[in-house]
């Protein structure tokens, strides 16, 4: 049985609210997968569902081929958007009451705490209250909440939000090693920086529905690529006149172009070099975050 | 693993957790000791109030020794309690002093008795006294006169009053109040601390949100009977260590005199009553503090539950110390929503009939699963809602 994350045609209607249609995405085993949307798209109720947090109106999430109940959800770690621990309840023995919440013993949940407070760099503050933490070392740990008792699946709702950009390296680390491990990881988030270098899969989720999955390099298939020339000597209007050409803008020097399907590159080239000198003459491939604003639309682009 | 061992060990670790976190607030140790400030208060004033029905110690010198027999039937007859101690003149005075006797006798004349005593003569023991030195100046005359004292000693003994009661007398004497107000006090104090305690806990949940990861483990139902579970288990003890400082103030100060089997009967019934009374006001708190998010509307989510509970309370306290047997009481005492502060109460001054403890046990023994079943259908669907107050109405329905 492959061993992954099936969710399956979720829907979620609050009332008039349409949460959720059909929306459908695999994650595998060992797989970093990159949940990206504009602000109530969907993301948060699509985890929550796989939480059993909410149940769904139809639908259904799998693991490794069979519908998800509460002894798997045991085994799944968890950051939901909306912090939560026992404010005045210590670090340690809260993350020790968790762990074993999710099936641990007394003994290992000790020695996993110990080990992912260490990691995760609050490791000094063990023995105080979780509402005497900033803001910051809270979210730490709440990610060790989610880590503690090795989960064999990640869900996590925002996980870099508020993080320094030391504890987002912390994070980055171990998503990577955790799918290492062969765990299923899923997160959402607004950074697309972050979410282009870490996953190895991303979604984009437009009103409650999947409108396109797959490694960044296959998102980018869709759109065009960009030309940057840059040729000091050559006048406005140079390039124009090419075959499959389209400038978006020129200054300095530097000519911006898009290229079509007839385009040829070679022919550009020559036409840049018989306006003088060419310092550079450069492909960049849009960033993710390009490509969502294109595939979402301007109006509905991420805070 | 068993779905259902690990329905258990999750039950019991969250009313673990429930129990240490409970024992380590400071407003569960202030509510404690202040229940107890309470209760000894509530001791000593009633020992004040009733005088007391304590001993009368009298210490007799070897001197005053022929007045003994006379002391112990006119205190016999008048319903006081009187013990007699032979003691020598100077210890006696000694112990006069130190309070361990209320008055010694030192005079070798019956008919004017010298009593020492510490500050004032206690009024029951100056009209014992009183007598005795009487009955001994009348014997003297009888005597003088030519008769035989003995026969007017027994014709005046003879003379009695007849009372005949045109109703049944309520068989509660002053001891069986004074534990049945103390039950009353105790039970109401225990269910409401413990069911606000229950109720805040859930809403602390929703507040700080960490009701999301918890359910995302664990059933809602497994999280309300944690909860319930291990509040109840502090509030027992809270309850047993209260009646205990109770009782010793009350033996103390000689508000309560130990008849063992009266009293063990009454701590018996107590620790039932606040099992049963709390597992199901603690079932409904829960259910209704859930519908909010915020710590400041719990009070007003939670008042219709507690106006059962002080209604309960209220009429238990006005109206059983005068009417122990009062019809009325005793009808509301078997229905379950007020039989928790009722009917220990009623059994603490032994006006209970064995059926009506069977039916009133009966009738809250069925109300728990009903409760708990209304209740965690309630807690579900709405403690996930935060925000807004959820009405009962949508928490019943959806889901
Ligand atoms: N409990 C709820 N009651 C009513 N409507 C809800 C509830 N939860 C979510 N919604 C609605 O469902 C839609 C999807 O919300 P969701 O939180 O899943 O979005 P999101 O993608 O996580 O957004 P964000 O990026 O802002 O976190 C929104 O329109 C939201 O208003
Ligand atoms: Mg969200």
């Known amino acids: ?303 | 693993m068993s779905a259902e061992t690990s329905n258990d060990r999750a039950i019991m670790l969250i009313a673990r957790r429930e129990i240490s976190t409970r024992l380590r607030s400071k407003a569960f140790r202030v509510a404690t000791l202040i229940s107890i400030l309470i209760l000894v208060g509530i001791a000593l004033v009633s020992k004040i109030s009733s005088g007391g029905p304590s001993y009368q110690d009298v210490g007799v010198t070897p001197a005053a020794a022929s007045t003994t027999d006379r002391l112990t039937a006119v205190a016999r007859a008048l319903h006081i309690d009187l013990r007699v101690h032979d003691v020598g003149e100077a210890a006696g005075r000694a112990r006069v002093r130190d309070g361990e006797l209320d008055g010694l006798l030192v005079g070798d004349d019956p008919a004017a008795i010298d009593v020492v005593v510490q500050t004032g003569l206690d009024d029951d023991l100056r009209s014992v006294l009183q007598l005795v030195a009487q009955r001994a100046a009348l014997d003297r005359q009888v005597s003088a006169l030519g008769g035989d004292p003995a026969t007017v000693s027994a014709a005046v003994a003879g003379a009695r009053v007849r009372v005949t009661p045109l109703e049944r007398p309520t068989e509660t004497d002053g001891q069986q109040l004074a534990l049945g107000i103390i039950t009353s006090v105790l039970i109401y104090m225990s269910l409401l601390i413990n069911g606000q305690a229950v109720a805040q806990g859930v809403v602390e949940e929703k507040t700080s949100r960490v009701v999301e990861i918890l359910l995302a483990t664990v059933r809602p139902r497994q999280l309300l009977i944690g909860k319930v579970l291990g509040l109840g288990t502090v509030g027992l003890i809270q309850m047993a260590a209260i009646a205990l400082c109770g009782i010793v103030a009350g033996t103390a100060t000689g508000a309560l005199h130990m008849h063992a089997s009266a009293t063990a009967g009454t701590v018996v019934w107590l620790i039932i009553w606040f099992l049963l009374g709390y597992t199901a006001y603690s079932l409904a708190f829960a259910g209704v503090a859930s519908l909010v998010s915020r710590q400041e509307d719990v009070a007003a989510v939670v008042t219709p539950v507690l106006m059962l509970l002080i209604v309960g309370y209220v009429i238990g306290v006005s109206i059983l110390p005068s009417t122990p047997d009062s019809g009325f009481v005793a009808a509301l005492s078997l229905i379950p929503i007020f039989a928790p502060t009722l009917m220990p109460v009623r059994l603490a001054l032994g006006v209970v009939p064995a059926w009506q403890a069977v039916v009133s046990l009966g009738g809250i023994v069925v109300a728990i699963p009903l409760l708990l079943w209304l209740s965690a259908r309630i807690y579900q669907n709405a403690v996930l809602h935060s925000g807004a107050r959820v009405r009962l109405r949508d928490a019943w329905r959806t889901g």
């Open chain 1, 1 to 303: 049985m492959a061993r992954q994350l099936e969710i399956d045609r979720l829907s979620k209607r609050f009332g008039e609210i349409t949460a959720l249609e059909d929306i459908t995405f695999q994650v595998s085993a060992g797989e970093i997968f990159g949940l990206v949307g504009s602000n109530g798209a969907g993301k948060t109720t699509a985890m929550r569902i796989v939480l059993g947090v909410i149940a769904a109106d139809a639908g259904e999430v799998r693991w490794e081929g069979t519908p998800v109940r509460l002894d798997t959800r045991r085994r799944i770690g968890y950051m939901p958007e909306e912090r939560g621990l026992y404010p005045r309840m210590r670090v340690a023995e809260q993350l020790e009451y968790l762990a074993c919440l999710h099936g641990m013993t007394a003994s290992a949940a000790h020695a996993s705490v110990d080990a992912w407070t260490e990691r995760l760099g609050v490791a000094d503050r063990r023995d105080d209250d979780v509402i005497k933490l900033s803001l910051g070392n809270q979210q730490r740990v709440q990610l060790a909440a989610a880590l503690v008792h090795d989960p064999e699946i990640l869900v996590l709702d925002e996980p870099f939000s508020g993080l320094d950009p030391v504890a987002v390296d912390v994070m980055s680390a171990v998503l990577r090693d955790k799918a290492g491990t062969g765990v299923p990881v899923v997160f959402s988030s607004h950074q697309l920086d972050l979410v282009e270098r870490l996953c190895d899969r991303v979604g984009i989720v437009r009103h409650g529905r999947m409108i396109t999955a797959g490694t960044v390099d296959d998102l980018r298939a869709g759109g065009r690529e960009e030309l940057i020339v840059h040729a000091p000597q050559a006048a406005p209007g140079w390039a124009d006149r090419l075959p499959g050409v389209t400038v978006h803008d020129h200054s300095d020097g530097r000519t911006r172009l898009t290229l079509g399907e007839d385009a040829d590159d070679q022919l550009i080239l020559r036409a840049a070099l018989a306006t003088g000198p060419v310092h550079e003459f450069a492909r960049r491939r849009p960033s993710l975050t390009e490509l969502f604003r294109h595939i979402v639309g301007p109006r509905e682009e991420i805070s």
